[in-house]
């Protein structure tokens, strides 16, 4: 009797334990749901696949087994960084054993796609996509990626876990300003020297136009300005001799004169010669001072006129000095006006004598416009460093470099400039461009990109510059994307605060 009540007992308070451990489970797992729920409706970056010419990025929420999700994929073309149209989109999916395709629908905004995709597996899975981008077909390997099979493994996977302090920037805010990334691998850089120097115009491009008679300046018909574009055969001015004391109207009548004698002389002393009438002697002498005075009035002639001198343009040039002024009188020899074809800019400048030993090494520049801030190659424009001093004077303790380029008409003449001579590298360096930089209280930093969509503020610590790059010593590492234009904005997107998962995506 006592027997059977205990074994009565004792299933009774198992009966009761296993009730209470399948409520404490169930109610665990709905907790799970519950939370789990929530976290199935954040945004993850899924793909992110680069080729030359395209950035493919798709996004949308995670993706679980037996669920159907949307995944948004934004196309960006790497030269413009702006969107890119495309004819038609699919992803391909191979899941064990099993493949499945997902075509794309168009939301009419070009570079961004939706995708509906349901999986009735879970694991690895490899991803490709398949576009059509005017009428030319390519194929591009996404990777892999992993179906999981409920919101809890989704939850527990290191997928899920975020990076602190991230800045979210949307690929549509992205599209919307001048933006652009690159990743930064290490390149070779030496010494640099930084100068100043000046825009000046070739001396070959050079002329300076002169009376060749003395006489009043009249201007023809218009003033003459420096800066002013003049045209081949254009005649600027005209030296007005009548009335003056050296009156070239009289010198061009004698030039005349003496070339029509000794033109007539010339032709009956030839004709005399040809029936051996005279000596060669004789008629030699006739066709020199023919010609003495053939030369003497085309001297007169070109140019000239009974009335003065026309100064013409030789060549389509810009006025850079004028030195006379209507109505103001010349004598022949006098410099009239300065001027310039300006096919070639000439940089002038002056390094100190500590870089003496360096001055053998340099084989490029950065010409910096302080202005606008545009940078010029030396050698990518076709220019090249035509002139290097190796000694100073009593006059000059600097030591001149002189650089010569094609005018690429962002060099004005008279511009004074950064200069950077490049020198021979002796290793390799990271180096980001200047227009990568934020600047706060002294420090500088870069905007590190995780995803096209995720961005981190990095703060660097900077080496020598060259005018466009500049070293960084510490902060980043070789294979890291950063913003290289366009920084400003992801900044002021984290002054802002957190931003919307969804903001500025199109849905």
Excluded at 189 to 199: E, L, N, P
Excluded at 488 to 506: E, I, N, R, T
Aim: charged fraction near 20%; glycine fraction near 8%.
């Amino acid at each position: 009797m006592v027997k059977n009540y205990l074994l009565i007992a004792l299933a009774t308070f198992i009966f009761t334990a296993c009730n209470d451990t399948q409520r404490q489970q169930s109610q665990n797992h709905e907790g799970h749901s519950h939370e789990q729920a929530e976290h199935a409706e954040e945004e993850v970056a899924h793909f992110t696949a680069y080729t030359d010419s395209l950035e493919i990025y798709i996004v949308g929420n995670p993706i679980i087994a037996g669920k159907e999700v949307e995944l948004t994929a934004h196309v960006t073309g790497m030269k413009s960084f702006k969107p890119v149209k495309v004819d038609s989109l699919m992803l391909n999916v191979t899941a064990e054993g099993k493949s499945y395709s997902f075509t794309a629908i168009n939301t009419g905004n070009d570079g961004i796609y939706k995708l509906k995709v349901q999986f009735d597996v879970n694991g690895k899975a490899d991803a490709s996509i398949e576009m059509v981008i005017n009428g030319i077909k390519g194929f591009y390997r996404l990777g892999q990626f992993t179906i999981y099979h409920c919101e809890h493994d989704w939850a527990d996977s290191p997928e899920h876990s975020h990076a602190s302090n991230t800045i979210k920037f949307t690929k549509e805010q992205a599209w919307a300003i001048d933006f652009a990334t690159e990743i930064i691998t290490p390149q070779p850089i030496g010494a640099v020297i930084k100068t100043t120097g000046m825009v000046l115009p070739a001396q070959a491009d050079e002329v300076v136009l002169v009376a060749g008679i003395s006489g009043i300046v009249s201007f023809a018909d218009r003033s003459i300005l420096p800066g002013m574009q003049v045209h081949e055969s254009e005649v600027l001015l005209r030296l007005i001799s009548k009335g003056v004391a050296d009156n070239f109207a009289l010198r061009y009548a004698e030039a005349k004169s003496r070339y029509e004698l000794a033109k007539s002389a010339y032709e009956r002393q030839k004709a005399l010669a040809g029936e051996q009438v005279i000596s060669t002697a004789e008629f030699q002498k006739a066709k020199s001072e023919y010609e003495v005075a053939l030369a003497a009035f085309k001297a007169c002639e070109n140019g000239f006129s009974a009335d003065g001198q026309q100064i013409v343009s030789p060549t389509n040039a810009e006025v850079l000095k004028v030195y006379i002024s209507n109505g103001d009188y010349v004598n022949a020899g006098q410099p009239l006006v300065k001027l310039s074809k300006l096919s070639v800019s000439r940089i002038q400048c002056y390094v100190q004598p500590r870089f003496l030993n360096l001055l053998n090494s340099i084989f490029d520049a950065n010409i910096r416009v302080s202005s606008s801030g545009v940078v010029v190659n030396l050698k990518s424009s076709g220019g090249s460093i035509v002139a290097v001093g190796r000694t100073i004077s009593s006059e000059n303790h600097l030591i001149p470099v002189v650089m010569e380029l094609p005018n690429v008409g962002v060099l004005p003449v008279g511009e004074v400039v950064d200069v950077y001579l490049l020198c021979q590298s002796k290793g390799h360096a990271l180096t980001v461009p200047l227009s990568a930089l934020l600047e706060e209280q002294g420090n500088h930093f870069v905007m590190v990109q995780l995803t096209p969509e995720t961005f981190i503020k990095r703060e660097v610590k900077l080496g020598v510059t060259d005018g466009s790059r500049v070293e960084v010593l510490s902060g980043l590492q070789s294979g890291n994307r950063i913003v290289t234009r366009g920084a400003v904005y992801v900044k002021m997107a984290q002054s802002s605060g957190a931003l919307d998962a969804h903001s500025g995506h199109v849905h």
